[in-house]
């Protein structure tokens, strides 16, 4: 049994494990980098510390995020040492996945970022994702040193 | 020509023998006068010598026989003495009248004392015959002489009063044969002139008589379809006064009617002021509820003011959300140690989930109140503001009403004051219309009048010509034309007789008949000949 963080984007809800996660913060003033990728939206300051904000809505191609949204908050992952915030529509809940029930289905199709799929008592139907694919290092890299 | 009046012919005719009478009257007077004179001289003179002479000769021869007889009876001395005394009083008248030598007189007279107081003297003893008495003879001798003398005296004065008669005769006879002749001349050359402009007034007349007789006849006719057409208009008024009571009930009805509008119109304005100030009042409310709409739409600021505090509270589950969150990141984290401060966590997400979840539904229901109450008030606002509109349209178009029934009001008092004068209009009219009929009918009669007195014309003009006939023959004697029965009975068809210059007469026929003009060939009813 394992702990998942379950949030939304683009009307999925998406589950990832709550240990990838570093921390949840409201949505802050981005400092636009340019000449990036569009999925780039920027950096944050958080505590002194430069965060890259992704918009994996974009990446996924689910359209593009706004942050009007009062629900809107930044999903803060650590992947490689390098701290990556993630705009999600609205965080959901903290739920308790038996990982045998998750339906593996990076065979199914090339995806990169949703590895299974779980689907809850109510029915409904959770992708199981993987932080670790939501940008590449290099890119990470690039962009930190061009922050 | 010139216009005499026929007086001055009658004046000039009675004047000439006043004339003449006048200058006869003082021949005669002037003769009368001399021969008077003269024969007042032949008495005063030659005649009274010759009675005096003649007293004398009477009294002498008297006194003479008283003489001769003087011896037989002295008682006549008394009267011898009034003889003498006449003698006397004839020798003083002789004095008077005689007109030759006075001695002769005188000679007389003393002879006749001489012989006189001879008688006295020789009384006694004269008895002896006269004739040897030569103072008697001489006495005769003078007496006869005296007398020879007045009788040629008187034959002279005849013969001159005869002589002047004589004249005066002759003077007399001239001026009368004369006078005559002059009034024989005077009198046919008035009658001639008279005769000429009597026969000239005669051809007037005649021509006056023929016009009258047409005209007459024309005065017939016409009045005849005067009368005609007096019945067809007193018909006609009589029809025009039935149409005109007629009239005059629907005005009277027009009359009553306006009343009862006006009296409507009246109420009608009074309505229009109640609606108008009941209008006044629904303003007075419509604003009200204007202001109430007001009320709520501050209500909806007050809701909205709850959804901004509901706004908060949702804020303050977002973040005690994200701690709890963060809370189960840091008790993952610390694994075993943090079991019992993930169910902390896990309590406070489900507490904020719940709080969000109470908070969703408070700010839905406030949402949904917002809304529904800003529905009611746009709605309300919509409504108030389109009432108002239309109350204010009501109102303005109330008041156009009232204004419209004020105006009513004043045109149903002018149609109600028109109708009456158009009533009382009426009325006059009846009456006038009542006062014609009376001149019509009074016409119609005077037609019928008219019609008699020209058919009376008619008869005069006949007779009129019937009696220039009469005159034509006083004047000539006999007539000229017998033309008048022709003409008359024509006349009497309708026909118009002209009488032309040349005495001929046209007779102008009617009623299609050809004009026909006639010459007179003889005398007689059918004596004319057409030309």
Known sequence: ?147 | MKKVKISHYLSILVTIPIFILVGMLYLGQTSLTGVGSYMEKLYRNPYATSSSIKDIRSGVFELQCLNLEENQSLKNSRKIEEINKNVEKSIEILKISYLGDHEHISALESKYKLWINSLFERRPSSVQPERSNPLYNNLLEAVDSINMYADTKGKEFYSKASLYTKRKIDVFLYTVISSIIVLVLASIFVSRRLNHIISGIMLKLKKGGVVVLNESNEIAKSSKALSDETNEAASALQESASSMEELSAMVKNNVNQAHKSKNLSEEMEKSAKVVCDKTSELIDSMGKIAESNQDIASLVLAIEEIAEKTKIIDDIVFQTKILSFNASVEAERAGEFGRGFSVVAQEVSNLAKTSGRASTEISEIVKSSVKNAQVIYENNKMRVEKGSSLVDDTASFIKKIEEDSANIRLNIEQILSASQDQAAGISQMNEAIGQLDQSTQLNASMATQSSTAALELNQQAINLQAMVGELEILVNGHRKSQDTDDQRSFAQEGGKVLILQDGHSKLKGVNGTKDKEFRKVANGANSWEKI
Do not use: W
């Open chain 1, 1 to 147: 049994m394992r702990r998942y963080f379950v949030f939304c984007i683009g009307g999925k809800k998406f589950a990832i494990p709550m240990l990838e996660i570093e921390e949840v913060v409201l949505p802050q003033e981005i400092s636009i980098v340019p000449e990036q990728d569009k999925y780039l939206k920027g950096v944050i300051n958080l505590r002194g510390e430069i965060v890259t904000v992704v918009d994996i809505k974009i990446k996924l191609g689910l359209g593009d995020s706004e942050i009007v949204d009062k629900k809107t908050c930044f999903v803060v992952f650590k992947v490689d040492g390098h701290k990556v915030a993630v705009i999600v529509d609205e965080v959901e809940d903290v739920v308790q996945i038996q990982e045998t029930e998750i339906k593996d289905v990076r065979d199914l199709k090339k995806t990169k970022f949703v590895e299974g799929l779980y689907r809850t008592n109510n029915d409904q139907l959770l992708l199981i994702a993987n932080s670790r694919k939501l940008l590449e290092i290099d890119v990470i890299e690039k962009l930190k040193n061009a922050a």
